[in-house]
């Protein structure tokens, strides 16, 4: 699934195609009309399919932003109000901008996509999902902040740590596996099971360990090596363990990266590597390095 550095490539690079265009027309793949009409959520969410193409039509894509795991897109209609369309990637989902679908490089997203969004610049912004697990919801004004109120802050603005360490005080968080807990996005944005291993390969730490037994130190180096993580897998272009792609159709390198997650032996020391799992997600760690 992707994570932070993933969708914020994504984000970026759909930025210097759409922003500023219009949105002229939706089109929905056969799946995503079959799949609503037999009562299904497939991939529109909480909406018909003519309401989401009523509100998405005709506005102008004024701002792209990136929330934890989440694209927001702030679409504006002639008049002064904000429509917020949240996406959500799923397992497999990507982004491309091209005249056609038949443009798409890769043959697989080709054949899944699901959404197209005619641009005024003569573009498509299409949203392809092999898996068919990637969301789009309209939000108001009122409902955007209730969804952004239930996310931690971004774990790079100067305040996630002291977030983040409250939260590991809070009753419903402090006697589960401290991985666990760094997976949720309202305790720390954008981290899922990939970074969580290597932050806490990183940070030394099992990830098993009972979340309020950490020492306050221990949970500051911890996110300190989240935010170290999260900035590296932005560097090197997310991860692309199956599917990832981004809006140019390229992949990450991040996974050549790795220390711990899907390798047989620590990057760092040679140790056979463990796996375990905690909250439904196989996780990996090296009993020699973490503690």
């Given amino acids: 699934m992707p994570e932070l550095p993933e969708v914020e490539h994504v984000a970026r690079g759909l930025r210097p195609h759409v922003l500023n265009h219009k949105i002229i027309d939706v089109t929905f793949s056969e799946a995503v009309k079959s799949g609503k009409a037999s009562g299904k959520e497939t991939i529109i969410k909480q909406i018909a399919l003519d309401d989401f193409k009523k509100f998405v039509t005709n506005t102008t894509i004024e701002l792209i932003e990136r929330r934890s795991k989440y694209i927001i897109f702030h679409l504006m209609k002639e008049h002064p109000q904000t ?11 990507a982004f491309f901008v091209k005249p056609s679908v038949e443009d798409i490089p890769i043959p697989n997203y080709k054949k899944h996509w699901h959404v197209q ?61 401290i991985k666990q807990v760094i997976m949720d996005h309202s305790v720390v944005s954008g981290c899922g099971n990939i970074y969580a291993c290597e932050a806490l390969h990183l940070a030394r730490i099992l990830p098993m360990h009972i979340t309020h037994t950490l020492s306050t130190q221990k949970k500051k180096k911890l996110f300190k090596c989240i935010v170290d993580v999260l900035n590296k897998g932005i560097q090197y272009g997310g991860s692309s363990i199956s599917d990832y792609r981004n809006v140019e159709g390229e992949s990450g390198d991040m996974q050549n990266k790795f220390n711990v997650y899907g390798l047989k032996q620590c990057n760092t020391c040679g140790h056979t590597i463990s796996t375990i799992v905690i909250a439904t997600r196989n996780t990996h760690y090296c009993e020699k390095c973490q503690k």
């Fill in 83 to 93: 429509i917020y369309c949240v996406g959500h990637l799923g397992m497999a989902g």
């Fill in 117 to 177: 969004f005619k641009l005024s610049n003569g573009q498509m912004m299409i949203y392809s999902d092999i898996r068919r697990f990637g969301e789009f919801k309209i939000l108001d004004e009122s409902a955007f902040k209730t969804f952004n109120q239930n996310i931690a802050p971004e774990p790079f603005d100067e305040h996630a740590m002291d977030y983040f360490l409250n939260q590991c005080k809070q009753k419903k968080f402090k006697n589960k596996p």
